[in-house]
Structure formats: C-alpha cells, structure tokens
C-alpha cells in the first residue's frame, strides 16, 4: 500500500514541481528529527503514513462492520523494529474518528523475551499459514527493511511499463548496499529524476544542509535513521555490527527472490484493497497533519 500511495504522490508532486524532494515517511524516527531539526522541511516529508500505521488503519476498517455485528473489537498489534514506532503509534493524527490506528507496539526482542517467558519452542511448532486474507506479502513490501529498500520498491512501481532492464540497471548497482550515501538517476516519461539515500540522522543532517546550501539536488529522498535501515534497529536482536547488517540485508533479499508475488501492485490482496476500503477513503493511508504533532 506505501509503494503504491508513495509513488503516485511521487509523480503528482513531479507534475506540479511542488514540495520537492520528496522525502520518506515510513521511519519515525527521521519524521520526529526532521520535525525538530528541518520543521521548514515537513511538507516535503510524503503525507504517507508509514507501513506500520497504514496496515493498522486498514485492518481496524476492514473488520469494523464484524466487530459491531459481533460486539467485538479488533486490537492491532504491531511487532516492530524499534521503540520510534512505539511513539509513533501513539500519535494524535494516527488516529481515525478517535480510534488508533495501532493499539499496542512490541520490538522483536521484546517478543522474543515473551516467546522465552512462554515457554514456546520454536523449533519444535507445526509449520502453518499466515491468516488470510493479510498474509500475503510482496517481495518489494519484505525489502523496505533495508535501506534502499523502499526507493527499490518504489523505482521498480513506476518503472512497471518500461523494459526490465532499465530499472535493474538503477537499482542493483546503486540503491542497494551500506554505503552512506547512494544515488541514482532515472528517467520516468522524459523527465530525468534525481534520488537519494542515506541511513542514520547525521548522514540525513549533512545531506539536507548540503541541499540548503544549493550544492545537491533531488527529487526523490529516502531516510532511515538507523544505519542499515530497520534490519539494525535499536529494537532488533543485539550485537550489531557492518557485517551483521549485510547479512540482515542479504536476508530479505533472498526472501525479496524466493516471493512469488514480487511487486506491489501484482499483490491480490492489495489491490482488491483499493478497489473496495480504500477506494476515496484516502485519510486511512494519509496524514497531513505532522508538523503540529507531539510523540
Ligand atoms: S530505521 Fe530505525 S528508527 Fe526508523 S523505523 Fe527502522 S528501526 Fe525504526
């Protein structure tokens, strides 16, 4: 749903020439340090609410009419990366007609110590499915925790029409991998686009002052405060270190191969989504409301 959203209001704004760069909104913690540091910037940061925050909006929509049918109600519980979605989830605009958008946000390790505490031996449960229908993932949803991940995913989107090749060519040799700073330029209806990536806030601090200072320029922004993007959040099983993360991120990407469904927009799922909840409900998978907001 954020590749999708994304990348539509990535071509609106191109259109128009306002707000750009365009910067990511999926990492909280890059929103609250932007909010802090850049606040004459916030506009520029994508109205999309993170992956976290749309998932949640979307599931509370999808079982509301059973739960009032049935007396019940539906509690999101999100298993994240770090303790920036804890506060994110917590936030005033994440809400919809008063009710948050996700209830209760545990880390990964923090799950790990209830599984331990439970007494669940993971190696000895019966394989199952996810619960359908939200169990199915697309190979360009399981990259975004990397960093490089979601400008991929959504590269690889408006790209969908051209020939293979040319998407490839940007992204395997530019957008993936750690270095501090990644670039690439492409092409989308004739017009050259400019994209940037950096992980961890002091890369994010020296590139927007180099862009204030009329020294680079993009149209296209992805930040992850944590070096490495969400595989190295401060959530995550420790100890961390360069190679840890390479592996993390060699990781998803085999996953990203092995998917059967590996683009966005070939997710059944998703798209019946917007043909049905999401269909002119644009505030469930929106927020414009950052710059105001407390955590
Ligand atoms: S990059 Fe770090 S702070 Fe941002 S969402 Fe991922 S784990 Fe959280």
């Given at each position: 749903m954020t590749v999708i959203e994304e990348s539509k209001e990535f071509v609106e704004r191109l259109i128009t020439g306002e707000n750009l760069p365009l910067f990511t909104s999926c990492c909280p913690g890059w929103v609250k340090f932007a909010e802090n540091k850049?606040?004459?910037?916030?506009?520029?940061?994508?109205?999309c609410k993170s992956p976290q925050q749309m998932f949640g909006a979307v599931i509370k929509e999808y079982y509301k009419d059973k739960d009032k049918k049935e007396g019940k109600e539906t509690i999101m519980i999100s298993v994240m990366p770090c303790t920036a979605k804890k506060a994110e989830a917590a936030?005033?605009?994440?809400?919809?007609n008063g009710v948050r958008d996700v209830d209760v946000v545990i880390t990964t390790q923090e799950l790990a110590l209830l599984i331990r505490e439970a007494g669940i031996i993971f190696d000895q449960l019966e394989e199952e499915s996810f619960d359908m229908p939200f169990g199915l993932a697309s190979g360009s949803g399981i990259i975004f925790g990397a960093t490089g991940g979601v400008t991929e995913a959504v590269v690889t989107r408006l790209l969908r029409d051209k020939p293979d090749h040319s998407a490839k060519d940007i992204l395997f040799s530019n957008?993936?991998?750690?270095?501090n700073l990644k670039e690439a330029v492409f092409n989308v209806d004739g017009k050259e686009v400019k994209i940037a990536i950096v992980h961890g806030l002091k890369s994010a601090d020296e590139l927007i002052k180099q862009i204030k200072a009329g020294e680079r320029h993009y149209d296209f922004i992805e930040v992850m405060a944590c070096p490495g993007g969400c595989i190295a959040g401060g959530g995550q099983p420790v100890p961390m270190n360069k190679e840890m993360r390479k592996e993390r991120a060699k990781g998803l990407y085999k996953l990203d191969r092995t998917?059967?469904?590996?683009s966005s927009e070939k997710n059944p799922l998703v798209m019946s989504l917007f043909e049905d909840i999401?269909?002119?409900?644009h505030e469930l998978l929106h927020v414009h409301k950052k710059a105001e907001a407390e955590m």
């Open positions: 850049f606040p004459d910037m916030v506009d520029n940061i994508s109205t936030r005033e605009e994440l809400q919809h957008v993936r991998g750690m270095d998917s059967h469904i590996k999401l269909k002119d409900n």
